[in-house]
């Protein structure tokens, strides 16, 4: 509460995003977690968790008081007129210092208690990497477990287990990770059964002009070499050439093809961090535009070049992809490896591998690729005051990238995009311990499984709101391959203008689909019960109709005849007339049942 010097400031107006001149006016409240916005006129409530804050602006005086515009991570803006200024000057400040906590242990998941009855501990223990790795079938001849980052000896941001090619010495493994930069040696992320090839991961080498290190020229050869039925390696550089060029000029750097024989080199063109936050704050500030003319809207799009960067993406991505299924492995990496390469790899595994496309599978891969191989989750997102140049929408391009495959292959995945959605703003809430961190070693010294929730825990608990009922489990053994053409790159209206209220607004198709399916389900199950019913009383008049007498009572609107107070005897054709009625009403619930279910030709 030190941060909250107004808790309470009565008469303020939110303002229409479209329209100002339009306003509701009620109380707004500041909570230690939660900034809310309360109209008993018009029976409205808005709650804004100070973690979603992204940016906090105090615009200049007016005549109707100071307007407070706030910016989300979860692409909601508002704009609140507060009528005295000091009130308007608390309220920022407040929300300056509650937006963005000095220490790890300040965020909301420590204070975070759970109202449903789901234990503390759920969603930890669902991701192995061990038995992720086994699922690919690795270790195996090629492929070994490498214990020497036990304890984060060699690399703290690496996962303490590394898989590395059989035939590496712990001395080409140490002198590879002393040549690379952060220490992020050559490790695998996956391992393509089908074909034998290998997905690696590191960071660039620290070449400069002329450098260069035996021991890691070895190490790639190995990697070679562990897929015999490969001809060649491709070391695939997710940067512009010209900014790994750059990098030379510092010491660091990329690979020569004439110290890494039987290779193949090839840059990406992905741009770094510091485009990519430039980028998505134009399509932002493109989303807020108040406006009707369709020219600013396609131009500003255009202009943030937001698309084009996650067109890059998937481009790159696919490229992997294609390679792992024509048995050629790859070594990916960027600069430190923790962004471009978690992008590319990830996309190109969810490509390849149907499990990695169900509610279960997503979060392995996130787990694998994002979490334990080091993806500075904190430093990325903003958690903590700092250094905003740190700050980039590197997973919100790798959401985006999911979704984008999932537009062009409705049926290939389990889930939905409100999955996508609450990932997502889950990742910016800090409710969860999930994303706190910037690697594995951070969040074991947080013990975060101890004193967090977890999301996964969350969403499982939730999985049936998550499920594509266009979902066909047949498509298991297929490797997608989407199109980049200009015109397959899609504007995610429902990430990026979400919160935008039309006249009429459209629910998607998905959505319906999904509240039908359940719906079904629910009258399913009540004609079950309802079937058992009928078989119970039908068993009950074939006894009663061989004894000669009913002995129970037998409900009038169903046979349509009145019930006497004793039990009485009922003659052979009255009985086979509520016998044909219950049979008439079984039949009826069962085509009831039939014409409600979904038929996927309609779509």
């Known amino acids: ?45 808005l709650w804004i968790l100070h973690m979603h804050l992204n940016v906090v602006e105090k615009l200049p005086l007016t005549t109707s008081g100071t307007p407070i515009r706030i910016q989300c991570s979860n ?5 609140f007129l507060v009528h005295r200024d000091k009130d308007a000057q608390d309220i920022y400040t407040s929300l300056i210092h509650l937006s963005r906590p000095l220490q790890l242990e300040d965020l909301y998941c420590f204070q975070y208690r759970s109202k449903s009855d789901l234990p503390q501990h759920t969603g930890w223990t669902f991701f192995d990497l061990g038995a992720e790795f086994s699922r690919q079938r690795v270790p195996s001849t090629s492929w070994v477990t490498c214990g020497l980052n036990t304890e984060y000896r060699i690399c703290p941001t690496y996962p303490t ?18 040549f690379r ?16 090839a290998a997905l690696v991961r590191c960071s660039q080498p620290l070449s400069g002009l002329k450098g260069r290190s035996p021991e890691d020229e070895k190490f790639i050869g190995c990697i070679a070499d562990a897929n015999p039925g490969g001809k060649f390696l491709y070391i695939v550089d997710t940067r512009p050439k010209i900014n790994a060029m750059a990098n030379r000029a510092g010491g660091k750097g990329y690979e020569s093809e004439a110290f890494y024989p039987n290779t193949k080199f090839v840059f990406k063109g992905i741009e770094n961090i510091h485009i990519m936050r430039e980028s998505l704050s134009k399509l932002v500030e493109t989303c807020e535009l108040k406006t009707d003319t369709m020219e600013l809207f396609l131009q500003g799009i255009e202009q943030s070049q937001w698309l084009k960067h996650g067109k890059a993406v998937l481009e790159a991505s696919i490229f992997i992809a294609e390679a792992l299924t024509s048995g050629t492995s790859v070594v990916v990496h960027c600069s ?14 969810l490509l390849i591998d149907p499990f990695y496309r169900t509610i279960q599978g997503y979060q392995a891969l996130i787990e694998k690729d994002w979490l334990h191989f080091g993806h500075k989750f904190s430093d990325r997102c903003g958690f903590l005051a700092g250094d905003s140049r740190e700050i980039s929408p590197v997973f919100t391009q790798f959401i985006d990238a999911t979704w984008q495959v999932m537009t062009q292959f409705p049926q290939a995945f389990q889930f939905n995009s409100k ?26 010294e947080l013990k975060l499984s101890e004193k967090t929730f977890s999301l996964w825990g969350f969403l499982t608990n939730s999985a ?56 079904t389900a629910s009258l399913e199950d009540h004609a079950k019960h309802l079937s058992k019913r009928v078989d119970g ?57 039939q014409s409600s279910k979904i038929c996927p030709n309609l779509m």
């Open 537 to 593: 009383l039908r068993s009950l008049i074939s006894t009663a109709k061989a004894s000669g007498a009913v002995k129970k009572f037998l409900p009038s609107a169903v046979t349509g005849m009145a019930v006497k107070q004793d039990v009485e005897e009922v003659n052979d054709s009255e009985l086979e007339k509520v016998e044909k009625r219950f049979v008439e009403l079984k039949t009826a619930l069962v085509e009831k049942c």
């Open 419 to 444: 999955y996508l959605l609450a990932i997502h703003d889950h990742l910016y809430s800090c409710q969860y311990g999930t994303f706190i961190g910037n690697c594995q070693k951070e969040r074991q």
């Open 1 to 45: 509460m030190e941060h909250i010097a107004t808790p309470k400031v009565e008469n303020v107006h939110l303002l229409d995003n479209i329209n100002t001149r339009n306003s509701t006016v009620g109380t707004l409240y500041i909570t230690t977690t939660h900034l809310i916005f309360v109209s008993p006129k018009e029976k409205e409530e």
């Open 75 to 79: 692409f909601r803006t508002a704009t």
């Open 161 to 178: 287990q590394l898989l590395v090619p059989a035939t590496v010495t712990s001395s080409l493994v140490v002198g590879s990770a002393k």
């Open 464 to 519: 049936d709101e998550f499920v594509n009922p266009l979902y066909d489990h047949a498509s298991k053994t297929e490797v997608l391959r989407p199109s980049v053409s200009p015109q397959n790159i899609r504007f995610w209206r429902g990430l990026y203008c979400r919160f935008e209220v039309g006249t009429h607004p459209r629910e998607p198709v998905i959505d319906l689909l999904t509240l039908t399916q359940l719906h």
């Open 336 to 349: 430190d490896g923790w962004d471009r390469t978690s992008q590319t790899c990830a996309v190109a595994q």
């Open 181 to 196: 930069s952060k220490g992020r040696l050559p490790a695998l992320t996956f391992y393509y059964s089908a074909t034998g």
